[in-house]
């Protein structure tokens, strides 16, 4: 173990990109929460919004 | 613990994650032979001059057919690729193996009572299942303990690369193999967690606990299940070329920064394209739609179109290394056309990109889609994408798995190399006869297209009736092509030559 | 290997072909992606987005009662066949398995269609010319309609709407302008 951290420093540093993409959690969440509020919350509000069928003259 | 040496791949192999694999595959493939039965018999009677069931079973088996092979067949095997991504590759075992057989079993009592009630002629609503149109309860029943038991499953993956990385199975990055399955994982649980909230509910409503759902919500949150489940396939279906072209050829992808891009632009983008079903339905506004629809969903396509070339690129590359290096296509002379998990990987991004990826980018403009929803068309689209990509992705993937985790050689290997080309082909002639049937306006999920006993007579222009004896004719050759397939699969698993 | 785990860091710069292939898939994603606004815009055919909520089903039933009653000019088949004035608002219904009434309507006039559903959901589809939409029960869809060319067109179903759905067939009759 200590060894291993000692070959881990002085190694240049992992990119924050990599450290994203190897999230899965925050993957995960993402993958979840933004398909969740473009697609289903704002078509809920929407089908929520519409209006009632106007009187027409007959 | 109870592992084994893979001496064909050196990977450590545990019981328990072989076993999951097993199980979840040939159960898929079992799906596959009832659901494919059924496609033949849907072929048969959109085929103008043979029009064999009559209506009402027509509409029984239609049902049956979108359910089992789309459903079924698919699920099942990516649940076995789940086992397979998050246990065997990373050399590990599965965390609490019976939680993966919970899943398991929830997903077969689901399916058999879907199977059981629509047999039964209680569910004749089409695998989609608009409400007010109602089945009985057990059908939405079924749909619950099926999505529950998958659910399981997806979550097991986590699980298990949790524990992985503990156990020291891996220190930072997933295998991009692994890292397709993680984007897999985790549209189903977006797509199943939809299933179940609308699911559920009209569960209730079917037995008269609910008095009304309401169709448009009904119709939004079922495509969140219905269309994004479909993204769990093409997350899997990546992953698998990008396998298959590791384990046969030893490819490296070309970049890896690359690939996993596309995959999280697949996780971040392509969701919301459950919207194409929505393009001409009253409700959403046209930013609704187009947003969903148009700008976001081009990510994912761009997606699409870097696993294009990242993978062949890589398969270039490793042929290259081989020693076919000869001018600019040696090396695709040179490809093991005749091993069944190549070329059906390598059919499997044709079919794919070429037919279902553009037909799909043109169907789902909104404008398009007027001329084009519910027409057969879409038919021919989804059979490219599902049948002709994923299909025949998997189809590759069993052929690539039976020597690694069933340990049997593949029988009757002639017609096995023979197999993806006729099935691939055979699905090709079908779809395009479909979609040529569909620009004329022919619509799908109809038993009679020529208005025999309709109150007021119409009939499509005649040229229909050739498109529509195309797409019989290809689909007979794929129905051929997926007998040899359920033969030579089943028939290894079984009888095939013990490898060690 | 997409088998194995990549090496420390795996995030390296792209090569000339792929900044190639990803700058031409982003060129043609561009183009496909800024075509469906703009043509939202300057096309003739949009899906149209107007729609009502229609509480009681009754409600849209009487619309279409009281406009056969007022512009009824024939019959076919024991279908009433009705002629509204061009500009107004036609009703149109559908149910397991037709749909009501048959219309006339006259080339070049535009006219505001509504579309709801009486039971289940159902598919309007005109044909020969191939338009699609979807009808859902408990909304009113309104489909703004200019017929171009005269002719009989038919209607039928291409949403699974039961073991009656191929039996739905609608018509609607366009007359050249005038009379
Ligand atoms: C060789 C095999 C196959 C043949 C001959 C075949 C044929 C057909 C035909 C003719 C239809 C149209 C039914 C209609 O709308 O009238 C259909 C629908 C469909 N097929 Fe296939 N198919 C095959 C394999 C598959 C596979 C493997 C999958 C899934 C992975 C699949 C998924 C579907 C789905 C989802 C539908 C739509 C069902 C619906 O509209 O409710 N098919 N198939
Ligand atoms: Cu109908
Ligand atoms: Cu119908």
Redesign the interface.
């Known amino acids: 173990m200590a060894e291993e951290k000692k070959t881990e420093e002085g190694q240049e540093p992992v990119p924050a990109w990599q450290l994203f993409y190897d999230n899965i959690f925050l993957l995960l969440f993402l993958g979840i929460a933004i398909p969740t509020l473009v697609y289903t919350v704002w078509g809920l509000m929407e089908i929520v919004q519409i209006p009632e069928l106007p009187v027409f003259k007959p | 613990m109870d592992y084994r040496i893979c001496s064909l791949t050196g990977f450590k192999i545990h019981k328990t994650a072989e076993d999951l694999v097993k199980w979840n595959m040939v159960t898929a493939i079992l799906f596959l032979t009832l659901g494919g039965f059924m496609g033949l018999l849907m072929a048969l009677t959109r085929w103008p001059s043979v029009h064999y069931l009559d209506a009402t079973h027509y509409y029984r088996f239609l049902t049956l057919h979108g359910f089992n092979a789309l459903l079924l067949w698919i699920l099942f095997f990516e649940i076995g690729l789940v086992y397979f991504t998050s246990a065997i590759l990373l050399n590990t075992r599965v965390v609490a193996p019976f939680v993966g057989w919970i899943a398991y079993a929830l997903m077969l009592v689901g399916a058999m009572f879907v199977n059981i009630v629509v047999f039964a002629g209680k569910a004749d609503v089409l695998f989609t299942s608009y409400v007010p149109l109602k089945a009985n309860g057990v059908y939405y029943l079924g749909i619950i303990i099926f999505a529950v038991g998958a659910l399981t499953a997806f979550g097991h993956f986590f699980a298990n690369i949790i524990q992985a990385k503990r156990d020291g199975a891996y220190k930072n990055t997933l295998p991009l193999g692994t890292f397709g399955l993680a984007a897999a994982s985790i549209i189903g649980v977006f797509t199943l967690a939809h299933g179940a909230v609308i699911m559920i509910p009209v569960f209730f409503w079917s037995i008269d606990l609910i008095k009304y759902i309401d169709p448009g919500t009904y119709r939004l949150i079922f495509w969140a299940l219905g269309h994004a489940s479909q993204q769990i396939n093409v997350c899997a279906m990546v992953a698998m070329w990008y396998m298959s072209a590791a384990f046969v050829l030893g490819a490296n992808p070309v970049n890896e920064k690359l690939s996993r891009t596309a995959f999280v632009l697949y996780i971040l983008f392509i969701n919301i394209a459950s919207e194409h079903h929505l393009l001409v339905d009253p409700i959403f506004s046209t930013w609704h739609k187009v947003v969903n629809t148009g700008y976001m969903m081009h990510l994912a396509v761009l997606a699409s179109m870097i696993h294009a070339f990242a993978i062949p690129a890589s398969m270039e590359v490793a042929l290259r290394k081989k020693g076919y290096t000869k001018g600019l296509f040696d090396w695709l002379k040179n490809a093991p056309w005749g091993n069944p998990a190549f070329s059906a990987t390598f059919l499997s991004i044709i079919g794919f990109g070429f037919l279902g990826g553009i037909t799909g980018v043109i169907f789902g403009t909104e404008q398009f889609n007027i001329i084009r929803h519910n027409t057969f068309a879409i038919t021919g689209h989804f059979h490219a994408t599902v049948v002709s990509g994923t299909t025949v992705a998997f189809m590759g993937g069993t052929y690539l798995l039976i020597p690694y985790i069933f340990r049997r050689e593949i029988i009757l290997p002639r017609l096995a190399a023979f197999q993806p080309y006729l099935y691939a082909i055979g699905v090709a002639v079908m779809l395009i006869g479909m979609i040529a049937a569909g620009s004329y306006g022919v619509p799908r999920r109809h038993w009679d297209i020529t208005f025999s006993s309709a109150i007021f007579p119409f009939s499509f222009d005649p040229s229909t009736d050739i498109f529509l004896s195309i797409m019989g004719v290809g689909g007979l050759l794929a129905v051929l092509g997926g007998v040899i397939f359920i033969i030579v699969s089943l028939g290894s698993i079984m009888f095939g030559r013990r490898t060690e | 290997?997409?088998?194995?785990?990549?090496e420390?860091?795996?995030?390296?710069p792209?090569?000339r072909?792929?900044r190639l292939?990803?700058a031409m898939?982003?060129l043609?994603?561009m183009v496909?992606?800024v075509?469906?606004?703009v043509?939202?815009f300057i096309?003739a055919?949009?899906?149209p987005?107007e729609?009502?909520?229609?509480?009681d089903k009754e409600?849209?039933r009487a619309?279409v009662d009281?406009?056969v009653n007022?512009y009824k000019v024939g019959e076919e088949?024991g279908?009433p066949i009705v002629k509204p004035e061009p500009g107004s608002?036609v009703f149109v219904q559908a149910s397991m398995w037709?749909w009501y009434p048959i219309l006339e309507l006259q080339q070049g006039k535009t006219y505001r269609i509504h579309?709801s559903s009486m039971?289940?959901?159902h598919?309007f589809?005109i044909?020969?010319?191939?338009?699609?939409?979807?009808v859902?029960?408990?909304?009113?869809?309104v489909v703004t309609l200019t017929p171009t060319t005269a002719g009989d067109y038919?209607i039928?179903?291409?949403?699974?709407?039961?073991?009656g759905?191929?039996?739905?067939?609608?018509?609607m009759i366009v007359k050249q302008g005038g009379n």
Not at chain 3, 8 to 12: A, L, M, P, V
Not at chain 3, 127 to 134: E, G, K, L, S
Not at chain 3, 156 to 163: F, K
Request: charged share 20%.
């Open positions: 290997m997409a088998i194995k785990e990549p420390r860091i795996w995030w390296k792209y090569t072909d792929e292939w990803v898939a982003l043609w994603m496909s992606f075509f469906m606004p043509y939202h096309g055919q949009n899906p987005n729609t009502y909520r229609v509480g409600k849209f619309l009281g406009m007022k088949k279908f608002d037709q579309l039971d289940i959901t598919g589809s044909q020969p010319i191939n338009m699609n939409f979807t859902l029960p408990g909304y009113d869809y038919y039928i179903c291409n949403e699974y709407c039961g073991l759905h191929h039996l739905m067939v609608g018509k």
